[in-house]
């Protein structure tokens, strides 16, 4: 491989806010960049050294584009998988290996490849037709998750009872037991192509109900250290089985019992990650260019307690954005805005981060709970 920081060029399949921040990122390490993106006014198109607007789905699209560079990563999983698999054996580098993301874009081979190896995971049934869903093997209430193309809480229905049968997917997909979770909790974890692996101390998150988007992240978790410790081997064992090679995002529940269920993964930079921008030595972005590198891994300590929120364009406004409360929220100590350059607001819309950093948990959080009710966006 060509130097890391020198005349590689290395792509990007998708311009959005994770493509937009891995940017912020090569740029201190010299590495050229080259985006494509459906949309010419994603948030990548001013940063990028070439921004190419093309379809991610598209083969053709796909290939040529990864003909003209050494080096290919993602941003967004839904992407052609034929076209990286062609390139891969023609030699050109892409992390994650596309066999991984053929695996990610389908929640039911993620489902079975939990089972196979052992990880926990709530108890599940694939479905490949609605009449399928009136011989469950799932008591209710129970979810269900289209197999393709869910993502920030879209294809995911809750199953109460008989009377939301009609209302379900017609589309494959998989049932799965509902969990009465005391806590949601991530894990990052890299590897290197030198099988180096390296996690991020676990998060706690909040998600949005109306949503159903993470929308408030604690970075490190208080919670025992034991199950700091079961979390971290499942993420590492995940990574080793896979053999990844760049970041994953490991989304778990912890149950009422103390028990950890993996729930989904993320083979990429990831919303439950953002904080290490301002909250870790090294940041999710660094860590990933570190791993597709195939350099040594960072230093992933927590320097503080740090807090993300996300800024989501506020129900009932669409348009330009406009953001109201920032002078207020710059004001405090500790907050550090990011905002992902979308002309367009509309609801529930990620349309930046902010970051909270303090010595003392609990005023952070206080923080953060003023950033979030002050900061709106609208239009």
Not at 65 to 85: C, P, R, S, W
Not at 252 to 260: A, E, H, N, P, Y
Not at 264 to 269: G, I, Q, T
Request: charged residues 25%.
């Amino acid at each position: 491989m060509k130097a890391f920081y020198g005349d590689l060029k290395l792509g990007i399949l998708g311009g959005g806010q994770l493509g937009r921040m891995l940017i912020q990122q090569a740029i201190n390490y010299n590495v050229s960049i080259k985006v494509l993106d459906p949309d010419r006014e994603a948030p990548c198109r001013k940063l990028c050294d070439e921004f190419t607007v093309g379809s991610l789905g598209d083969y053709e699209t796909v290939y040529k584009f990864g003909k003209n560079v050494d080096l290919l990563t993602i941003e967004i999983e839904k992407v052609n998988v034929d076209a990286l698999e062609q390139l891969e054996k023609e030699g050109v580098l892409v992390y994650p290996q596309s066999r991984i993301i053929r695996l990610i874009q389908d929640k039911g081979l993620q489902k079975q490849f939990f089972k196979e190896n052992d990880i926990p995971t709530a108890d599940f049934q694939i479905i490949s037709s609605p009449q399928q869903l009136q011989q469950s093997l799932i008591p209710f209430p129970y979810i269900q998750k289209l197999r393709k193309d869910g993502y920030d809480g879209k294809g995911v229905y809750k199953v109460v009872d008989e009377t939301f049968l009609p209302g379900a997917f017609k589309e494959p997909s998989l049932i799965e037991k509902w969990i009465d979770f005391e806590k949601e909790i991530g894990i990052i974890v890299a590897r290197n192509e030198n099988g180096e692996i390296s996690t991020f101390p676990m998060v706690e998150m909040e998600f949005n109900p109306e949503a159903n988007l993470v929308e408030f992240l604690i970075s490190p978790s208080t919670l025992p250290f034991e199950i700091h410790e079961r979390a971290e081997q499942i993420a590492r064992k995940i990574a080793e089985n896979l053999k990844i090679v760049g970041l994953l995002a490991v989304e778990m529940f912890l149950d009422k019992q103390g028990k950890i269920l993996v729930n989904e993964l993320a083979p990429r930079p990831h919303n439950s990650g953002h904080q290490t921008i301002e909250g870790n030595v090294v940041s999710q972005f660094e860590q990933h260019l570190r791993a597709i590198f195939n350099q040594p891994m960072g230093n992933t300590a927590c320097l503080n307690n740090a807090i993300m929120v996300n800024v989501l364009g506020e129900a009932g406004y669409e348009g330009p954005a406009v953001y109201q409360g920032i002078e207020k929220i710059l004001k405090v100590p500790g907050v550090y805005v990011h905002l992902y350059g979308k002309a367009l607001t509309k609801p529930f819309r990620k349309m930046g981060h902010v970051t909270i950093v303090d010595a003392d948990r609990e005023t952070a959080i206080e923080k953060a709970r003023f950033v979030q009710k002050t900061l709106k966006v609208i239009s």
